[in-house]
């Protein structure tokens, strides 16, 4: 632990109302099967009488299109939350212990354990840190609306009411699942938006914390091997490796925490498992690990900042820093440059005249390079063209393909999301036979031109990628990169053009479902695989929709409009 | 000095009997404990302790001095100063949950201070000012500078006798991030006639005040009218301290609460110097039921007075009255609620604030004040300060204020921009708050980039945005009546209502704490810096070199020829050589 602040372990916890958290959870499943809801009233009530500060915090939502995954469309819930005021301090730092508030019998122990560590937090007076707990209604939506609220933006087109209590800048927040009296063992998920990571240091605390109360602790729901030296530990680590890098391409919130980490608030969810395993912890053991984990946060005198932001975890007590993965990823952005200098020297080469002419006199590019760079236009702007009706016309066209077609708006959006994906490949190739005259030099050579742009264009777009989220322009630099790379009208177009489907990032993204399932040990047949994907797209759109995740627009208007130049250059002839 | 002493006397016991009062000395101790349990549960306590004489101090005329310490007189004497308020405070008061406090202060350390019109410089009366108050005081008032200084036009009016208001003898200063701890408060203490030895003192155990939800101590020097005519000036120094104790978490839920429970003492004495010492426990019906709580021992006479526009009783125990001792030894003010409250409504006080920053990100961000008017049918103004460090850029063109979503124009506004490095940001405005209604302020920063050397030893913990101060004429619901305001308890008489249906209200809004865009101030950024600084200054001074043309300055030879030669040729009235 890099942390100054969280690095002694001298306290000793004392939460022991293990009991009075699932009698709390009791009280909280009969509230809520009684409201058919979420029993704002009673939560309200519990934490006043805990001695809290109560607010809550009504707000609702328009999904662009219903999510059939969740059953929702129209959204209205309520957050409430309990601020726990620290003695002597003015309220500019906060904490956060949240918890969602799910329909079923979901996640009932979590909310008893959250206001059971109320009621135990609240007798202490070491609390230098506001405390926040939180329900939220409707997972990520809630915790969206509660976050926008908070720190009072508007970036997506959530409603929400009433001004709030606030306590300052939240410095860390951690999310608990609990669905089950005992747990096993838990499960940490680090994966938020867009592939953001939280600091090292508050993973390696929560790994303390387990390692100090003989918790068994998991990440991708893979237990670390003990004997790591061998074989078969080596494979364990590969195959968590490989779900983290999966998971964080993704740029889907591996829980509720992932959209703290947009305002620079460090944090986790926490999961706890109840598996067949045969030694359980009850709940005290569980809350002290959550207590000792406060009160180290609320040591901190500054923000997390010691350790890593970028990193991979092979298993929870290794990490992979960036230093390390980095340069893989430059030898493979490398292989494009090199490709596109020999491409430049080849222009360069087989027009001596040319180029000359380009340095000595301003006349020579308008004769020669001009009819040849014109012909680029046309590819290049009917590309982007595919681009953006892929990104605009599945959400504006839903009602259109519902009327004409015999499919749900969540169906059609996906639907029509596959067809302008497959009929951008079949657009119009042949334009610049038109315009540069037939058999010309500079047409011969014009895919030279194209493949050079888009080798460039490919090359930028994963290097900032690589650095925003280096799991996604990894996974898109060893599909593409190959393909790009030999992606030439000349040679064998057949084997080509398929080397080149393979590299679509549609199916990177089929591929990617049938490896994750593989990994975690549920190997999907292909239909599942297939229903699987098409569910990914649809989430994929309203990840972006509703939380301004940036996968989506970056596939439609950046990587697949890349990606169709290269396919130009395949049928340039 | 016997010469000056006995016209004082003579005059002082020409005014309507306050004589009796003040007793054979100049000067006049008045302790006062009020007790106050808070809408949510907590209680607060609040000490004052009012020393008053008759003296001139800034002439300079006094050397001798009994109850007034000797410290802060000279101070006040010396630099000419004419009004000083200090205030160190642990803790944020939550006026939502605690209603309207008797006297607020932000967190951190306050000070403001108006000088006499004679003082000429006053910037440098006010740095040394803050540097004496700093040793005296063991805070790091000394860190007030100009960076952090600012001179208010509206907000603050002299409290006590003033000729005129020219705010250039004003200096306000607020350090967010002070911390206030036992080391403060002994000096406080030791400023008291009785110290900690005797009287209400003795219940100002350090180790039970920092057990609390909030500590605020505060020294307010200024000068009053002597009596009624008003011919001659009085000191008066006021020290006073406010804890809330968190019944909450000490009784197990119960909310209960005595002398001994909160302080872990007993009163058994009135101080010895002091004319007057009282304890005044708030007895006042809440949620118009009555007999809710109940006091014991039983008090030696109930005060009816209306306070900040709400009718209150107190149960008064005096400590100078013989019978109190009487029957025990100690005085143990126990209160009990008779039945546990289970409402969860709260009383909402008629003004409150709340500020925030919103947004995300290292480059810009906004600073939102709401301010609510709660009052059901009375629109009433409010005059905001707001000082922002310069680091946070203020773009004033985004300033906006909000009314129930109308905008709403202040009718003044004094805005004085900041100097990078030099001077802070200042913000005055007098808004006018419709009845029952919120009012939202918010203007956009951009964070600064600081440079290497100016962040502080924890940069990620972010940067103190001071509190920002609300200062308004709440109307009242009832009527008041104009009170003896010299006889009344605490506050009332510190900010006097100008008329019987308003009261003085100063809020404070709670501190901001600000990300600034750091450096990763780790090896390699480090590495960077003192390369850049290496290579910096080897080109500097290789660049130097090259570019410096060299001549060679010729030796004047011939000195004395050469002088005569001039005075030869100045005769003759040709150029000289």
């Not at chain 1, 409707?138 to 509660?146: F, R, Y």
């Not at chain 1, 610049?432 to 777009?461: D, E, I, N």
């Not at chain 2, 609040?46 to 009994?66: E, K, M």
Request: aromatic share 10%; proline share 6%.
């Amino acid at each position: 632990m890099s942390e100054n602040a969280m690095g002694s372990t001298m306290v000793e916890e004392q939460f022991s109302l293990g009991e009075r958290a699932l009698a709390l959870a009791r009280d909280f499943a009969a509230h809520k099967k009684k409201a058919g809801g979420m029993p704002t009233a009673w939560l309200e009530k519990t934490m006043w009488s805990l001695g809290l500060e109560v607010h809550q915090q009504q707000f609702s939502h328009t999904l662009p299109f219903p999510d059939e995954s969740r059953e929702r469309y129209l959204v209205r819930g309520t957050n409430v939350y309990g601020i726990l005021r620290a003695p002597r301090a003015a309220s500019t730092e906060a904490l956060v212990l949240s918890t969602g508030c799910a329909p079923g019998p979901h996640n009932n122990q979590a909310v008893g354990l959250l206001l059971a560590l109320a009621s135990y937090f609240r007798g202490q007076i070491y609390w230098a840190k506001d405390i926040i707990f939180l329900v939220n209604e409707h997972d990520l939506l809630g915790m969206e609306a509660w976050l926008e609220a908070y720190h009072d933006v508007n970036i997506t087109a959530v409603r929400s009411s009433g001004p709030l209590g606030r306590a300052g800048a939240i410095q860390a927040a951690i999310s608990l699942e609990l669905s089950s009296d005992v747990v096993t063992s838990f499960d940490v998920a680090v994966e938020g938006l867009n592939g953001q990571l939280p600091n090292l240091d508050l993973l390696n605390l929560f790994n303390a914390f387990c390692q100090k109360n003989g918790l068994l602790c998991t990440i991708q729901g893979k237990l670390q091997r003990s004997d790591w030296d061998s074989l078969p530990a080596y494979a364990r680590s590969l195959q968590t490796l490989l779900l983290m890098v999966l998971a964080q391409a993704s740029g889907r919130p591996r829980g509720e925490h992932g959209l703290f980490l947009r305002y620079r608030i460090e944090a986790v969810t926490l999961r706890g498992i109840n598996s067949f395993r045969q030694y359980k912890y009850d709940m005290s053991t569980v809350g002290k690990t959550l207590e000792g984990m406060f009160r180290k946060l609320n040591n901190l005198l500054e923000r997390l900042h010691q350790s890593y932001f970028f990193y991979l975890l092979p298993s929870l007590s290794r990490f992979v820093s960036i230093g390390v993965y980095m340069p893989a990823f430059g030898f493979l952005i490398l292989v494009l440059i090199l490709r596109a200098l020999d491409l430049w020297m080849k222009l360069n080469k087989t027009d001596p005249g040319g180029s000359d002419q380009l340095s000595d006199s301003d006349h020579g590019p308008s004769t020669t390079e001009a009819p040849r760079l014109l012909a680029l236009v046309p590819p290049v702007l009917v590309c982007h063209a595919a681009g953006l009706a892929l990104y605009y016309l599945p959400v504006l066209g839903q009602s259109v393909a519902t009327q004409h077609f015999p499919v749900s708006e969540a169906e059609a959006v996906v639907l029509t999301l596959i067809a302008i994906y497959v009929a951008g490949m079949a657009l119009p190739h042949s334009t610049h036979r038109v315009l540069g005259g037939p058999g010309s030099v500079a047409a011969a050579r014009g895919w030279m031109v194209l493949k050079l742009l888009a080798l460039l264009y490919l090359a930028a777009q994963l290097t900032a990628l690589a650095l925003l989220n280096f799991s996604l322009g990894f996974l898109l630099a060893v599909t593409m990169v190959p393909a790009a790379a030999a992606t030439a009208p000349t040679g064998p177009r057949v084997l080509l053009a398929l080397v080149l489907v393979l590299a679509t990032p549609a199916v990177t993204l089929l591929l990617g479902i049938f490896l994750e399932r593989e990994l975690v040990e549920a190997p999907a047949a292909p239909g599942e695989g297939w229903q699987r994907f098409l569910g990914a797209l649809g989430q994929g759109l309203l990840l972006h929709h509703l939380h301004g995740a940036f996968l989506c627009p970056l596939l439609a208007l950046g990587t697949y409009p890349c990606w169709l130049l290269l396919w130009n250059v395949l049928f340039w002839d | 000095m016997l010469a000056l002493a006995v016209p004082l006397l003579l005059l002082a016991a020409a005014g309507r009997g306050r004589a009796a009062a003040a007793g054979p000395g100049r000067d006049a101790l008045r302790e006062e404990l009020l007790l106050s349990p808070l809408p949510a549960g907590d209680v607060a306590a609040t000490f004052q302790f009012r020393t008053r004489w008759d003296a001139d101090l800034p002439r300079g005329a006094v050397s001798h001095y009994r109850l007034f310490p000797k410290a802060l007189g000279r101070l006040v004497a010396a630099l000419g100063v004419r009004e000083l308020h200090l205030a160190l405070t642990q803790g944020f008061w939550r006026t939502q949950a605690w209603g309207q406090p008797p006297l607020q202060a932000p967190a951190g350390a306050e000070l403001w201070v108006w000088f006499q019109p004679s003082v000429t410089d006053v910037d440098k009366a006010w740095k040394e000012l803050s540097n004496i108050l700093s040793g005296i005081f063991c805070a790091s008032l000394n860190f007030i500078d100009a960076t952090n200084t600012v001179t208010p036009t509206a907000s603050f009016k002299p409290l006590g006798l003033a000729n005129g208001t020219d705010h250039h003898l004003l200096r306000y200063a607020v350090l967010p991030r002070e911390v206030v701890c036992t080391e403060n408060l002994t000096p406080w203490k030791k400023l008291l006639p009785c110290g900690s030895k005797a009287g209400l003192a003795v219940l100002l155990k350090a180790e039970r005040l920092f057990h609390s939800s909030y500590h605020s101590q505060a020294v307010h020097i200024r000068p009053i009218c002597r009596d009624a005519s008003c011919l001659a000036v009085s000191w008066e120094l006021r020290q006073t301290l406010t804890v809330v104790f968190d019944t909450f978490s000490s009784g197990q839920g119960k909310k209960d609460w005595s002398l001994f429970k909160m302080f872990s003492r007993t009163l058994t004495d009135a101080c010895p110097l002091a004319s007057q010492s009282k304890v005044y426990v708030d007895i006042s019906p809440k949620n118009k039921e009555k007999e809710l709580l109940e006091v014991t021992p039983l008090p030696t006479s109930v005060y009816e007075a209306i306070v900040q526009g709400d009718k209150r009783s107190y149960a008064v125990y005096d400590l100078l009255s013989p019978s109190l001792f009487n029957t025990s030894r100690s005085l143990n003010v126990q209160f009990k609620w008779k039945r546990p409250e289970d409402s969860s409504e709260m009383p909402i006080p008629v003004l409150h604030a709340q500020r925030y920053v919103s947004g995300y990100g290292l480059q810009t961000g906004e600073i939102s004040t709401l301010i609510y008017n709660t009052h059901p049918y009375r629109a009433f103004p409010v005059i905001l300060l707001e000082t922002v460090p310069w680091y946070l850029r203020l773009y004033v063109h985004t300033l906006t204020i909000i009314t129930k979503g109308k905008e709403n124009k202040p009718s003044y506004i004094h805005y004085q921009p900041a100097q990078d490095r030099r001077q802070p940001h200042l913000l005055e405005m007098l808004i006018q708050l419709p009845a029952n209604s919120v009012t939202k302020i918010s203007i956009q920063f951009e964070r600064a980039l600081l440079k290497w050397t100016e962040y502080p030893p924890d940069p990620n913990h972010g940067f103190y945005v001071g509190s920002s101060v609300l200062s308004a004429l709440v109307p009242s619901i009832i009527a008041m009546k104009d009170m003896d305001v010299e006889e009344s308890p605490l506050f009332t008489s510190l900010f006097p209502s100008s008329d019987g249906s308003s009261y003085f209200v100063r809020l404070y809004t709670e501190p901001l704490l600000v990300n600034l865009p750091t450096p990763d101030f780790s090896m390699p950024y480090n590495v960077i810096c003192l390369t850049c600084t290496v290579v910096a200054v080897c080109y500097g001074s290789f660049y130097n070199l090259l570019t410096r043309t060299f001549h060679v300055e010729e030796p004047s030879r011939g000195g004395l020829a050469k002088w005569l030669a001039n005075i030869i040729r100045k005769f003759r009235g040709v150029p000289p050589l």
